[in-house]
Structures are given as structure tokens and as C-alpha cells.
């Protein structure tokens, strides 16, 4: 059984910092794709960051870029966001998301994905 656990979330004003742990049990996810997304109230769930294995370079939302570092660590089969310069536009859920299968055009389709964690609030609030 695959789970997934996000923690880390919280509220921050913007321009500080806040990294997102997500922690994966089932299995080893060295060989995983696994990826961050969020979802802000009334809109739909949006690709943030994603690797498609331990190791590989990571790509992100051009909204994102610069700001936001997806890293693994395989020993802990974990997986981190740091965010650095959050604006109130990130404010979110954020979800952890894992598949072993998925193709390389579907990593930002969070439809694609087969594993989700809970998700974690991000608030970015003066």
C-alpha cells in the first residue's frame, strides 16, 4: 500500500520561506516519478514541480521557477519543495504525488498521477 504524507505547510508572509516535506511508505520510490501540486479555493489542481526519478533534473511552473527547489532524499524515501520568496498567489493545498508508470508528456497532468497524499495548507499573509 502506497502513502503518501505532506507536511511542512503553514503561514508565512510574503517573501519568506517554507519547505514541504512529503514522506512515502510501500515501497522504494528510487525509481518513482514523483511531483508537487497545488490548488488554490475555486480553482483547479495545478502542476508545481515533478522529477521523473531520484536523481533527474527537476521542471516546474514557470510560475515557480526560480523561487521553488524540488530535491529527494532516497535514503529517507522522501521528497522536498523548498519555496524561497512565496507571494500571496501561492497560497494553497499542496500535494505530494507519486506513480511508477506514468509517460513523460503526462507529468504535469495531476490526472495522470496514481498516488496523492492528503495535502498540506500553504498560507502566504501579511
Known amino acids: 500500500q502506497v502513502q503518501l504524507v505532506e507536511s511542512g505547510g503553514g503561514l508565512v508572509p510574503p517573501g519568506g520561506s517554507l519547505r514541504l516535506s512529503c514522506e512515502a511508505s510501500?515501497?522504494?520510490?528510487?525509481?518513482?516519478?514523483m511531483g508537487w501540486f497545488r490548488q488554490a479555493p475555486g480553482k483547479e489542481r495545478e502542476f508545481v514541480a515533478v522529477t521523473r526519478r531520484a536523481g533527474a533534473p527537476a521542471r516546474y511552473a514557470e510560475s515557480v521557477k526560480g523561487r521553488f527547489t524540488l530535491f529527494r532524499d532516497n535514503a529517507k524515501n522522501t521528497m522536498y519543495l523548498q519555496m524561497n520568496s512565496l507571494e500571496p498567489e501561492d497560497t494553497a493545498v499542496y500535494y505530494c504525488?507519486?506513480?511508477?508508470?506514468?509517460?513523460?508528456?503526462?507529468?504535469?497532468?495531476?490526472?495522470?498521477?496514481?498516488?496523492w497524499g492528503q495535502g498540506t495548507q500553504v498560507t502566504v499573509s501579511s
Open positions: 504525488a507519486a506513480d511508477s508508470t506514468i509517460i513523460q508528456s503526462s507529468l504535469s497532468n495531476p490526472g495522470a498521477w496514481d498516488y
Open positions: 510501500g515501497r522504494t520510490f528510487s525509481n518513482y516519478a
